[in-house]
């Protein structure tokens, strides 16, 4: 019996496509279990990176506890690489694949990171918007002219903190939500100011003075009640910090150290010419430099220095503050 060339071929034929059928499938099964979404249909979501944790064990099972990826090793061999993922929040939804999300967070954020540091003043947290978001001159003076409208007090008003902020937040809107961030953090210390009978003005500004004038968290309360002790006497208070802010940035910056020249300023934040406290903060101060206004140490301390190590050295009075001087700052 003669067998067709072409019968000969079929039994071949049929084992390359079972086997192509059976790799097919497996790829299938491949993609769908590593790489598919979890589900069909899905609202986007916000996806934050926290600060400090561009880990990609965290990332991974952060993305798998919250229901956005199916498998952690899949989404891993998607991403491929964790050091070009930024901290900031990501707007991605449970209806999009492994590659989807992983070229999503790969991008830049919606949301950034923004730390205000204790101390700054407005100026300078406006600097910081400058290069986080790449404000234009338009966009930067309005926020310091909305800073100045905000509140009683154009300065001190916004609390040191680290915020997640919409990179196309407007300059106005980033001026509320730093000013309703202080009113939510300094309400219990405004309920203790009202017991003290101290205007909530008069804490900020003293507050912002100690956390210029203290070498540390330590310091505060001594220089609090140096401070308050020096008011309560009607002594001008001496302090450089109000005069580097009276100053503003010369080009050395907006803290430099003061010159003898500086001390001559004829402005109202000049303390070693007018008595009193200034006409507003001079930076904007955080909870330890508040609480230590409202609790300051008790003292018979007039004068303070500190030492080239920031430790601080306090003298009752001018004779001893002089001895101090030559101890601490002349050797």
């Known amino acids: ?78 991403l491929g690489c964790f050091n070009c993922v930024q901290e900031g929040a990501y707007k991605i939804s449970k209806s999009m694949s492994a590659w989807e999300i992983a070229k999503t967070i790969k991008g830049d954020p919606y949301m950034v990171w923004v730390i205000i540091k204790e101390g700054y003043r407005k100026e300078q947290i406006g600097e910081i918007f400058v290069k986080e978001f790449g404000w234009s001159d338009e966009k930067y003076d309005e926020f310091i002219k909305e800073t100045n409208n905000i509140s009683a007090l154009d300065e001190g008003i916004f609390f040191p903190d680290t915020y997640l902020i919409p990179v196309d937040e407007s300059p106005s809107d980033i001026v509320k939500r730093l000013y309703t961030r202080f009113n939510e953090k300094f309400e219990p210390f405004s309920k203790e100011a009202i017991n003290q009978n101290i205007k909530w003005t008069t804490l900020i500004k003293i507050a912002s003075l100690v956390e210029r004038e203290a070498g540390g968290e330590i310091d505060m309360p001594l220089v609090a009640g140096i401070l308050w002790n020096r008011l309560l006497q009607g002594m001008k208070l001496d302090i450089d910090a109000t005069i580097q802010y009276a100053r503003g940035d010369k080009g050395d910056g907006w803290w430099a150290p003061i010159s003898v020249a500086d001390k001559k300023i004829n402005s109202p934040y000049n303390t070693y010419m007018y008595k009193g406290l200034p006409p507003h903060p001079i930076a904007n101060p955080g ?29 009752k009075d001018y004779e001893s503050h002089k001895e101090n001087i030559e101890k601490y700052l002349k050797n």
């Not at 769908?32 to 991974?60: C, L, T, V, W």
């Not at 508040?290 to 190590?309: G, M, Q, R």
């Open 1 to 78: 019996m003669l067998i067709h060339p072409g019968q000969k071929n079929k039994p071949i034929f049929f084992v390359i496509f079972g086997i192509l059928l059976l790799i097919g499938l497996a790829i299938l099964f491949f993609s769908n279990y590593f790489f598919s979404a979890p589900q069909k249909e899905s609202e986007p979501e916000r996806f934050i990176i926290q600060m400090g944790i561009n880990n990609s064990d965290k990332i991974k099972n952060d993305l798998y506890e919250k229901g956005f990826i199916k498998n952690k090793f899949g989404f891993g061999i998607a």
């Open 287 to 315: 909870i330890n430099a508040i609480s230590a206004v409202l609790y300051p140490e008790k003292t018979d301390c007039l004068y303070y220095l500190h030492d080239s190590s920031r430790e601080i050295h306090c003298a």
